[in-house]
Every structure is written in structure tokens, then in C-alpha cells.
Nanobody
Framework: QLQLVESGGGLVQAGGSLRLSCAAS????????MGWIRQAPGKEREFVAA????????YYADSVRGRFTISRDNAKNTVYLQMNSLKPEDTGVYYC???????????????WGQGTQVAVSS
């Protein structure tokens, strides 16, 4: 059974950076699209970024494009989200998600981690 475990969240000042990691276990995710979805306090979950199974294509929400970078290391069964120039509106719980083969730019992913908290102070 696939398990996804996020790490790297924390409190950072506006303009700072964080790098989130998502370690998969139970099976390989080398044939899964991987994504990051976040949920701000009192708001619905929103798509942040996704990467194709081979790492050849990446996708971003308009709100993070140019500031966030998603990447993966299939040998380590791990996906990353580098977040730069953080803003207070980036605050929320960040979830890692997996989906066999096909990327989706929605929040409809079948496999989810437990989430990691990111807080950006102004």
C-alpha cells in the first residue's frame, strides 16, 4: 500500500524559502504523476504544482509560477517542492499526492500524504 510522508514545513518570514519533501513507501512511484496541493485556513484545497511520471513536464498554479519548483528523484522515490519568495498567502497545509501515470491540475488525486504545515509571516 502506497504511503506518502511530507516533511520540510515550518515558519518562515515573507521573502524566505522552504523545501518540502515527499517520501513514498510501499511501492515505487516511478510511474505515478506527483503533485502538491495546499489548504489555507478556512479555505478549500487548491492545486499548487504537479510533475509527470518521468519528470519531463511540470505544471504550476498561476499563484506560484516563477516562485515554486517541483522536482522528483525516482531513484529515491521522492518528490520535492522548492518554494522561494514566500508570501503570507502561501500559508497552509501542503499535501503530497500521487496518481497513476496521468497528471491532473485539480485536487482529484487518489493517494495523499498527511500534510505538512507552512506558515509565512509578514
Amino acid at each position: 500500500q502506497l504511503q506518502l510522508v511530507e516533511s520540510g514545513g515550518g515558519l518562515v518570514q515573507a521573502g524566505g524559502s522552504l523545501r518540502l519533501s515527499c517520501a513514498a513507501s510501499g511501492r515505487t512511484v516511478s510511474r505515478d504523476a506527483m503533485g502538491w496541493i495546499r489548504q489555507a485556513p478556512g479555505k478549500e484545497r487548491e492545486f499548487v504544482a504537479a510533475i509527470s511520471w518521468d519528470g519531463g513536464s511540470t505544471y504550476y498554479a498561476d499563484s506560484v509560477r516563477g516562485r515554486f519548483t517541483i522536482s522528483r528523484d525516482n531513484a529515491k522515490n521522492t518528490v520535492y517542492l522548492q518554494m522561494n519568495s514566500l508570501k503570507p498567502e502561501d500559508t497552509g497545509v501542503y499535501y503530497c499526492a500521487a496518481r497513476p501515470l496521468i497528471v491532473t491540475l485539480t485536487t482529484q488525486w487518489p493517494y495523499w500524504g498527511q500534510g505538512t504545515q507552512v506558515a509565512v509571516s509578514s
